[in-house]
């Protein structure tokens, strides 16, 4: 028998799993713990979301609202939801495409590429990016991110890399792009023939002087894609819809992603999608604003007591994600082992995130918020 | 930029997208166009599974019952529901996956084996099976299947393959394995190391004589994975849901196929899963048998008008689709285009599933009676 010769790089289960299961053990045992590790939400669904999935499911009860197969590539209605809200950026629905989340389009999209391709990954960063490629057989070289730069990328000149993921409010370093440094590397790519995967499923976290869709970028239109998802701002975790944008001006690969889809795949739960569109009506709209203010005050509280704590932290806003330097001494793992044993708070160590993440952790900001304050609570105490 | 090669090998359009774009144009034109080409369904969701679909909703919008993102595997309690639903052959919650689909599955798995893998075709057959592997850069023989044996396939004695596919009962044709038959395919993988991508989509149409799961056959838990669906009997088209079986006894393809889950896959939307376990209740199952029947007589219908036009055709009860012979002198699309500008009537063209369908069509049972009727009522005025 045949076995994926990739799979022998794969030795250790996958970081978040991992961590899943070390909290399962101790709630087994009947400690007490404070899950701030895995970036997985508690607040539910919007009203709105829930109004729309419950007409979309009687009407498919019935004969005649039924409707079959979607379309591969998403329903046009959303598709066209999508579009209008890229306004001026000038994304048509043709160039949309609906996944069923963000991380289906991380490993799926390297389909338009062939095997063998040299794809560069700032680190620290999302693991499925490494993984997804290595797995593929691709070379990946990773470009560690610094403290000093607040963990902003900066493109390695002199270098070239047929894909580039790129990440921004970035998990989990929580930094997100202004215009000027993402201008240099959309100059980067095109200068250099690669292709941009711009993972924005945070992009509804950025602040007002930061970058949410990599088409506001000048010519960005030739060399990215752009992956979404409505799991974070929208609750949508459990129901599953995110999409990517593949430019008609990006060479032939918008054509060649509706191929690959008409074979390897059937589409999204039209009960997903119809959720999902209610995520761009007033009612949606308003939800997610007030639920990113209150993650982003979560974040908030976080960063004031890892301050009362004299521990550096990445100071943006831009994310659900705190990312914090570990007392001096402290390998990252050394640290979220203490934090678990110690204080029953689950935190996920920087180094999982792959190079540059070593002597760093990162702190979720999406539990609710009386278990933010209870492991504000705990760690005040010591 | 890199362009994945294999895309050279893609020319036209995935046939059953090209099928609905025709009948759409027809439409478009203002003409009757009774559609028995693709399989996708009409009758609505039975009430149980959107009972369950809507609880689910409900759920998610409750705090204390939200649930974020689902196991990438699947929920144990669908698979726990699907387990027992195997019964005596003894398949394990945790040898069971949940897809998206089968269609997912049918290119994912490949995934397991790695690239440049040789595979084994039986034809005619499911398009998708042969594109994703030609995508994939694998090797594909077809093994033509003919009208005299019923279009049953006969193992290639001699030949090695990595991976053979087998559908059954198959689409196009309508056929089915009896145990005598399938036991010659598991001993024939058996004996020379391949692994058998076992495609049961429309397992539920099976008759009493045939084989329902591969697992019925003597040590086929050694080298077959089964893969299923709940959109054909279950009404799931648009709702997505699915799932693949690889035993433990299989290699090391069980925790292969885990890991990879990890990196590529967030699961299936909840409420997809939880309307899926609704096909197990009592309700549920009595629904599905009535709506087999109900397509099965469908095809009734159908083969009583082909015989009357002293047409052959497979006459098998086990599948949703006719299989036929194309009258003397017309190719399969030929015919079939004959069919659409003279009639109205959208059919398949069997070369469209490859070798060995040429000088065929097939024919959906899946369409509502009154179109089945119809499409009886138009022939027979010729």
Do not use: H
Not at 125 to 139: I, Q, R, V
Not at 329 to 347: H, T
Not at 358 to 370: L, M, T, V
């Amino acid at each position: 028998m045949k076995y994926n010769r990739e799979f022998s790089n794969f030795k250790n289960d996958y970081i978040f799993a991992k961590l899943k299961k070390t909290a399962e053990e101790m709630k087994r045992q009947g400690k007490e713990v404070v899950d701030l590790g895995v970036g997985d939400l508690s607040l539910p669904l919007f009203p709105v979301a829930v109004e729309e999935m419950i007409k979309s499911v009687k009407e498919l009860g019935e004969k005649r609202s039924f409707t079959g197969y979607p379309p591969a590539e998403g329903l046009l209605s959303l598709r066209e939801k999508i579009s209008l809200d890229y306004g001026d950026l000038g994304i048509s629905p043709s160039e949309i495409f609906i996944s069923d989340g963000a991380k289906s389009d991380v490993g799926n999209l390297l389909d338009l590429f062939g095997t063998g391709i040299s794809v560069l990954v700032p680190t620290p960063a999302y693991p499925a990016y490494a993984e997804a490629n290595l797995f593929a057989g691709n070379k990946v070289t990773f470009l560690p991110c610094f403290k000093e730069d607040d963990f902003i990328p900066i493109p390695p000149v002199g270098k070239i890399f047929d894909v580039i993921y790129l990440c921004s409010p970035n998990n989990p370093t929580g930094s997100a792009f202004d215009k000027r440094t993402l201008s240099r590397w959309i100059n980067y790519a095109l200068s250099t023939g690669a292709v941009v995967l711009y993972d924005g499923a945070y992009c509804d976290f950025a602040s007002e002087n930061e970058v949410k869709s990599v088409y506001e970028i000048k010519n960005a239109e030739y060399c990215a894609v752009e992956i979404r998802s409505f799991s974070k701002s929208f609750g949508f975790t459990g129901v599953r819809c995110g999409y990517c944008v593949i430019p008609e001006t990006l060479g032939e690969y918008n054509r060649l992603w509706k191929r690959r889809l008409s074979f390897r795949f059937n589409g999204v739960s039209v009960i997903s999608q119809k959720g999902a569109e209610a995520y761009f009506s007033e009612e949606g709209r308003a939800a997610v604003k007030k639920r990113i203010n209150y993650y982003k005050n979560n974040a908030e509280i976080i960063k004031i007591a890892l301050k009362k704590k004299n521990l550096w932290y990445n100071n943006s806003c831009s994310s659900p994600y705190v990312f914090a330097k570990t007392p001096e001494g402290f390998s990252s793992e050394e640290f979220c082992d203490r934090a678990i044993k110690k204080f029953g708070i689950v935190l996920t160590p920087g180094n999982s995130f792959g190079e540059g993440g070593e002597g760093f952790f990162r702190i979720s900001a999406f539990p609710e918020r009386d278990k933010i304050l209870k492991a504000v609570e705990i760690t005040d105490k010591y």
